[in-house]
């Protein structure tokens, strides 16, 4: 079975700087997609950033980015130039194609504060 | 403009009652799913729904039931066999085909169910 693992429940960046968010997962699949979803506190979920397991290039949103290894299972996201509206709950999920749909595993995600 | 709603955005249930929550979307998207979110577990599929008058159990089905008697209209009855309903639902739609795997599923904004 699938399995999606976000190690940092908790992590704090000053505004401006750049963090890391780490995401590991667990498939026998060759053929899957990645997503990251940031949560704010409205509750809203929000697709951040997307990546195809089979595209070797990683995917870049403005100040979002991927580092995807496929190899070693991981899908690490970054923010660049933090800003005060970034701070949520991130969930990195996991899609693959089972009995006729698309569906998620997801993360435990991790809370990430901006500060001032 | 186009997206998904969820009512009532707080509900408040006795023990031993069933109460239904409801989820509407003017997207014209096939498939509908149901999440249950708790803190520190990330997003749980309940139920999910391929097309009108059709639906398949997700991982945590159990003291849930739902209908999709509507393309637009998925509503999630908690049943008073769930043991611990008190939780953030969200509610969620994808078109068919490519345009899940580019743009995943789009969220509702969430009901929070407790209790009392």
């Known amino acids: 079975a699938q399995t999606v693992t976000q190690s940092q429940p908790e992590m704090s960046v000053q505004e401006a700087e750049t963090v890391t968010l780490s995401c590991t997962y667990d498939t026998s699949e060759n053929n899957y997609y990645l997503f990251w979803y940031k949560q704010p506190p409205s509750r809203q979920m929000i697709l951040v950033i997307r990546q195809e397991a089979y595209k070797q290039q990683n995917a870049t949103e403005n100040r979002f980015s991927v580092n995807f290894q496929k190899a070693a299972k991981s899908f690490s996201l970054k923010i660049s130039d933090s800003q005060l509206g970034d701070t949520a709950m991130y969930f990195c999920a996991f899609m693959k194609h089972a009995s006729g749909t698309y569906k998620y595993i997801f993360g435990t995600g991790t809370r990430l504060k901006v500060l001032a | 403009d186009g997206g998904i709603t969820q009512s009532p955005k707080y509900l408040f249930r006795k023990e031993g009652q069933n109460v239904t929550l409801s989820c509407e979307q003017n997207l014209n998207h096939d498939a509908m799913y149901w999440y249950r979110q708790d803190p520190g577990q990330g997003l749980r599929l309940i139920y999910y729904s391929q097309i009108v008058n059709d639906f398949q159990k997700g991982d945590i089905a159990e003291g849930y039931s739902v209908s999709r008697e509507k393309k637009e209209s998925f509503p999630l009855t908690v049943t008073s066999a769930q043991k611990n309903p008190t939780a953030f639902y969200l509610c969620?739609?994808?078109?068919?085909?490519?345009?899940?795997?580019?743009?995943?599923?789009?969220f509702g904004s969430g009901t929070r169910l407790t209790v009392v």
């Open positions: 969620a739609s994808t078109p068919r085909g490519q345009g899940v795997t580019n743009y995943g599923y789009t």
